[in-house]
C-alpha cells in the first residue's frame, strides 16, 4: 500500500482544533434547545427555530473568532519555530554546511528552544567528530602512505575485510632492484653521507615507481621490491613493469652525474623482473602484520635479480613471453639455480617500443678495453661465502665495466667471485673487487679466458684503474 507523504504540523494543529471547537459548539447547541424546550413547554416551534439560528450564528462567529486568533497564536508560538527547525535540518542534509542557527522569538515556548539548543550541540558533536575523524583518516592515509602504497592503504581503510589476515590469488609482476656494492660502500663512507645519497637514490626510485602504477612492497636498505598488478590486476603490468625498470636506470645515470658533482661515488644497480602468480593480502598474525605478497613467483625475481650486474635489466621467460615484440632484449641466458628443477632463462633488456618508447642509457656489452696485464687471485661466492680455495687470473683487457681475464682453474658461469689485487702501487692498495662471470671463453697458456663484470669497485680503486688506463690507452 503506497503511503503519501505526512501532513506538515500547521495543518494538523489548525485541523485538530477546528473539529473539536465544531465539536464542543454542536454539543451546546442541542444542549440549549433541550434546556429551553424543558424550560418553557408553551414555546412554539417558530420561537425555538429563531432561537437555534440565533445561537447557530453566535457560534459561528465563536469558531471563526477562536480559529483566527489561535491561527496567530499558533502560528507564532509553535508552527513557525518548527517549520523554521524542519528547514533548517533540510537545508542541513542537502547542503552539508557546517551549521545553520535558528532565529527564534524571544517568547517562544521553552521545550522549542530546549529542542534547538539540543539541536545545535548535537551538530556540534557530530560536526566535531566528522572533523576529527577526516583529520584522522587523512592522517593515517598520509602517513601510512609513506611506509606503503596509497592504493593499499585506500583498500585496507575502504574495505570492511582489510584488516583481517588472509589474501587472494593474483598474476602480478614483480620488480626487484639492489644496488650492486653497496654493503662494501657502507663500510668506507660516512654514515650521514651515505644515508643522504641513498635516500636521494630511493626518493628518486619511488617517484619513477608511482609513475608507472607500481607499488612498493618493502624497501630493505638499498633494496627495493615493487609489484604491478595489485591491488587491481591490468593487462599492461608487465610492460609498465619493464618501462619502468628501464627508466629506474637511465634515471641512475642523471643521479649519478648529479652526486658526482658534489663528491659522492657512482652508484650502480641491478634489476630483476619476472611475473606469475602469487598470495596478496595481509601477512603475519593478529599481534604484527603487513599486506605483502607471497610465492615462488617473488623467489624467482629475486633470483633472477641476484644474477645481474650494475646497470641491467633482466626480466624472466614468463614475463618475455607476455611482451613479445615489443622489447629489444639480447639472446637468452640460462642459469642452473640451486634448489630449482629447471634452468632459470632471462633475457636483458635494452629498450621497450610504444608507448614508452624508451631505450637503455646504461648497456654495459661493452667489450673493449686497454691491454693491461695484472695479476690476481680470485675465490667462488656461493650464498653469500667466500669458498676456501682461490683461483688464480691475469687481465687482458681491462674498462670500467668489465674485465678480460685468464683464470685458472676455471670459473662457473654467472657466479660471484671476489677478486683481490695482492699489490701496491703508487702508494696505493686494492681493496677487493666483486664481479660476476660473465662468459668464459677458448683456453689458454695461463687459464680460460672470462669475461668478468664488475659489480663492486671502491671508488679509490676504480680511479687508479682509470689513470693506469689512460697511460696504457
Keep these: 500500500m503506497k503511503v503519501g507523504r505526512p501532513e506538515g504540523v500547521r495543518k494538523i494543529l489548525l485541523k485538530g482544533i477546528f473539529w473539536r471547537i465544531l465539536i464542543i459548539e454542536g454539543i451546546l447547541l442541542v444542549w440549549s434547545l433541550l434546556y429551553r424546550i424543558l424550560m418553557e413547554p408553551a414555546a412554539q416551534p417558530v420561537e425555538l427555530f429563531w432561537y437555534a439560528v440565533r445561537i447557530v450564528i453566535l457560534i459561528a462567529i465563536i469558531i471563526v473568532f477562536i480559529m483566527v486568533t489561535f491561527r496567530l497564536f499558533l502560528t507564532r508560538k509553535v508552527i513557525l519555530p518548527l517549520e523554521a527547525i524542519s528547514e533548517s535540518n533540510r537545508k542541513f542534509q542537502e547542503e552539508d554546511t557546517a551549521r545553520n542557527g535558528i532565529p527564534l522569538a524571544e517568547d517562544t515556548p521553552q ?45 585496507i581503510l575502504d574495505s570492511p575485510d582489510g584488516a583481517k589476515i588472509g589474501g587472494r590469488r593474483e598474476t602480478v609482476t614483480i620488480l626487484m632492484s639492489d ?13 650521514e653521507m651515505l ?10 626510485m619511488s617517484r619513477i615507481i608511482n609513475h608507472y602504477d607500481g607499488i612498493i612492497d618493502e624497501i630493505i636498505g638499498d633494496a627495493i621490491l615493487a609489484v604491478f598488478g595489485v591491488p587491481e590486476s591490468r593487462p599492461t603490468d608487465p610492460e609498465r613493469a619493464v618501462a619502468c625498470a628501464l627508466a629506474m636506470q637511465n634515471a641512475l645515470m642523471e643521479l649519478n652525474r648529479d652526486i658526482g658533482e658534489e663528491g659522492y661515488p657512482p652508484l650502480e644497480m641491478g634489476i630483476g623482473i619476472n611475473t606469475g602468480t602469487v598470495l596478496v593480502g595481509n601477512i603475519g598474525s593478529e599481534i604484527r602484520m603487513k599486506y605483502g605478497i607471497v610465492g615462488a613467483a617473488v623467489n624467482t625475481a629475486g633470483r633472477i635479480e641476484s644474477n645481474t650486474i650494475g646497470g641491467q635489466v633482466l626480466i ?54 686497454v691491454l693491461l696485464t695484472l695479476p690476481f687471485r680470485c675465490w667462488r661466492i656461493e650464498d653469500k661465502k ?31 667471485v671476489k677478486i683481490a ?53
Aim: proline share 4%.
Design 111 to 155: 521545550e522549542i528552544q530546549e529542542i534547538v539548543a539540543t539541536r545545535t550541540q548535537m551538530l556540534d558533536t557530530i560536526l566535531r567528530v566528522s572533523e576529527e575523524r577526516l583529520r584522522l583518516v587523512n592522517f593515517i592515509k598520509e602517513t601510512f602512505g609513506r611506509y606503503m602504497s596509497k592504493k593499499v592503504v585506500d583498500e
Design 386 to 416: 667466500v669458498a676456501d680455495e682461490a683461483a688464480t687470473g691475469e687481465t687482458i683487457l681491462i674498462n670500467d665495466t668489465l674485465l678480460t681475464a685468464t683464470v685458472a682453474p676455471p670459473l662457473d658461469p654467472h657466479v660471484d
Design 316 to 369: 624472466g621467460e614468463s614475463t618475455f613471453t607476455r611482451l613479445g615484440e615489443k622489447l629489444t632484449a639480447e639472446p637468452p641466458q640460462t642459469f642452473m639455480m640451486k634448489g630449482m628443477r629447471k634452468p632459470l632463462v632471462v633475457y636483458a633488456v635494452t629498450g621497450i617500443g610504444d608507448p614508452y618508447r624508451i631505450t637503455l642509457e646504461t648497456s654495459r656489452v661493452d667489450h673493449d678495453g
Design 179 to 191: 644496488l650492486r656494492g653497496f654493503t662494501s660502500l657502507s663500510e668506507t663512507t660516512d654514515p
Design 195 to 204: 644515508m643522504r645519497v641513498l635516500n636521494r637514490y630511493l626518493d628518486r
Design 421 to 473: 689485487f695482492d699489490f701496491c702501487q703508487e702508494a696505493h692498495c686494492f681493496e677487493a673487487i666483486y664481479a660476476k662471470v660473465l662468459s668464459i671463453g677458448e683456453a689458454r697458456d695461463h687459464g680460460a679466458v672470462h669475461q668478468l663484470g664488475i659489480t663492486s669497485i671502491r671508488p679509490e680503486d676504480r680511479d687508479m684503474l682509470k689513470k693506469w688506463m689512460d697511460k696504457a690507452g
